[in-house]
């Protein structure tokens, strides 16, 4: 990233807002370690904030990058981003405390850069039976980014990145449900589950087994609702973006699972 000038990320030159030209993306990039408090940066074992973290990098470094996706917003040197960087070895670093000349990415797109997989096991797939904003009740601010599949009573269900237990227990219409904290406030969201095998604070990994579907709570059926939300409100967050199918679930669609 670009440092900022005044916190932001354009010029302004008599009232006109000049942005700062993109650099063209290639596939590896030596930058350098820029973090203002002058402590090591972390490496995160996913482009999550609360994800495990795997390594540091010291202030000053030179460190290569081979790609981009997107995850937690930082506030960084040149303003918040939710641009990540993958390593060679396979770890996760903020743009926000790279000094790579560039306010946009410099390296190219990673094809598994999307910070979420699945919510079941890999090789396994269910019918999507309710995408994000259907109307039948994705329509609100609780349930309009999440998704639904066809999963029957005691499917394994896995998180879908690594985090820590917000919540586990009975929820109301949402019957028994887990929210995994994957830090900056946000969870995923599992719900109508028969069961759950986890406690609050327990860590998770990307992949682990938290419990299994049924048909808890207000519900018409045995099915897994899954939804990227605000931990401490469950106000509906974003759609989950998945290595697997990116933020696009296609009602009838059943797209197979690369967790674990």
Not at 160 to 169: K, Q, V
Not at 231 to 260: F, H
């Amino acid at each position: 990233m670009r440092r900022s000038i005044q916190a932001g990320l354009a010029l302004l030159f008599a009232g006109l807002a000049v942005m700062v030209p993109a650099a063209s993306a290639h596939a590896d990039a030596v930058v350098t370690v820029s973090v203002p408090s002058g402590l090591p940066l972390q490496i995160q074992s996913a482009p999550s904030l609360g994800a495990q973290v795997i390594g540091s990098l010291a202030n000053g470094s030179s460190v290569t990058i081979s790609c981009y996706g997107r995850g937690d917003t930082v506030d960084g040197i040149g303003g918040a981003t939710n641009v990540w960087n993958k390593l060679p070895n396979g770890g996760w670093v903020s743009d926000g405390f790279l000094e790579t000349g560039s306010n946009a990415p410099v390296v190219h797109a990673c094809s598994d850069g999307a910070p979420f997989k699945l919510p079941f096991r890999a090789g396994s797939a269910y019918t999507v039976t309710q995408t994000p904003g259907e109307g039948y009740s994705h329509n609100d601010n609780y349930n309009r980014h999440a998704v639904d599949f066809a999963t029957p009573t005691g499917t394994p269900i896995v998180a879908s990145a690594g985090g820590t237990i917000y919540f586990e227990g009975w929820n109301g219409a949402g019957g028994i449900m887990a929210l995994v904290n994957h830090g900056n406030n946000q969870c995923t969201q599992y719900a109508h589950l028969s069961s759950t095998i986890i406690n609050v604070g327990d860590s998770v990994a990307q992949g682990q087994q938290i419990g299994t579907s049924g048909a808890t709570g207000n519900v018409t059926g045995p099915h897994l609702h899954w939804n990227v939300v605000n931990c401490d409100s469950q106000l509906s967050r974003e759609i989950p973006n998945t290595v697997e199918a990116g933020t696009s679930y296609p009602t009838g669609s059943a797209p197979v699972s690369r967790n674990g």
